[in-house]
């Protein structure tokens, strides 16, 4: 099993930046695909990126692709998401996730591990 502790939320400004860091504990990072979910106040989690084990492969929902990247280092057992031009739609509490499949796999049926989240605000 593997612990997962996301950090560096805050308040920003619209067209602010943020990078938010998640790190793993319990076992080696390089065993699982890494992805960072959302949910914003009276909505449901939602997907925002995802990474491959070895970091060569990322996914990103619609609305962040252009502005947000994911990365990972898996020396450090520490996964990323470079946030920038931040806007206020993207405000909510965002939790870091782990799984034993592969990203899509991933993505589309559940990701098996969670952190308990970290909250970013971004005002207008």
């Known amino acids: 099993q593997v612990l997962l502790v996301e950090s560096g939320g805050g308040l920003v400004q619209a067209g602010a930046s943020l990078r938010l860091s998640c790190a793993a504990s319990?076992?080696?990072?390089?065993?699982?695909?890494m992805g960072w979910f959302r949910q914003a106040p009276g909505k449901e989690r939602a997907f925002v990126a995802a990474?491959?084990?070895?970091?060569?492969?990322?996914y990103y929902a619609d609305s962040v692709k252009g502005r947000f990247t994911i990365a990972r280092d898996n020396a450090k057992n520490t996964v990323y998401l470079q946030m920038n031009n931040l806007k206020p739609e993207d405000t909510a509490v965002y939790y870091c996730a782990a799984s034993e499949s592969d990203p899509v796999v991933a993505v589309t049926y559940g990701m098996d591990y969670w952190g308990k989240g970290t909250l970013v605000t971004v005002s207008s």
């Open positions: 990474i491959s084990r070895s970091g060569g492969s990322t």
């Open positions: 319990g076992r080696t990072l390089s065993r699982y695909t």
